[in-house]
């Protein structure tokens, strides 16, 4: 079975998509131990910040893609995605280390709400996305196969 680049590009969005419902299921999680004191700041900080630049760079990786590929309505789907990343990582605590999360602020109500409501925002905008993304891979594949026929 043959394909072309956007239905490449779509199997490299699903894919990267699971990868970054994880890592937003982790935040969640993460705060929530914050939350009910399970875990202290500095650990959850440093077990968080490393995934920042990760999910970041991921989420722009399938994102060119869509925009090589000439899949304009994915790409503008997650434009938005894309500048609220961007502008968080522009305006993030001075720290030593990259990463958005500073352990001395993360314990603010105000902070860790907003936080734990980024966590469940970016969970469902991903689990959405993924079934859009199985939904346009199988668009793509149908416009390849009428195009050869």
């Known amino acids: ?48 910040n490393p995934l920042v630049l990760p999910e ?3 989420h722009l990786l399938f994102n060119i ?28 605590p001075v720290m030593s280390a990259y990463g958005i999360y500073d352990p001395t602020s993360i314990m603010n109500a105000d902070v860790l709400t907003r936080c734990q409501r980024e966590g469940w925002i970016k969970l469902a905008f991903y689990l959405l996305s993924f079934f859009y993304y199985l939904y346009g891979y199988v668009i793509a594949l149908e416009r390849y196969h009428i195009e050869r026929v």
């Open 65 to 92: 893609l869509f925009a090589a590929s000439g899949e304009w309505l994915s790409l503008c789907l997650n434009i938005p995605l894309i500048a609220y990343h961007i502008n968080r990582y522009r305006t993030r």
């Open 56 to 58: 970041y760079i991921l």
């Open 1 to 48: 079975m043959a394909f072309n680049f956007p239905a490449f590009s779509y199997i490299i969005a699903l894919i990267v998509d699971a990868f970054l419902i994880f890592f937003s299921l982790f935040h969640v999680i993460a705060f929530d131990e914050l939350k009910t004191d399970y875990k202290n700041p500095i650990d959850q900080c440093n077990s968080l």
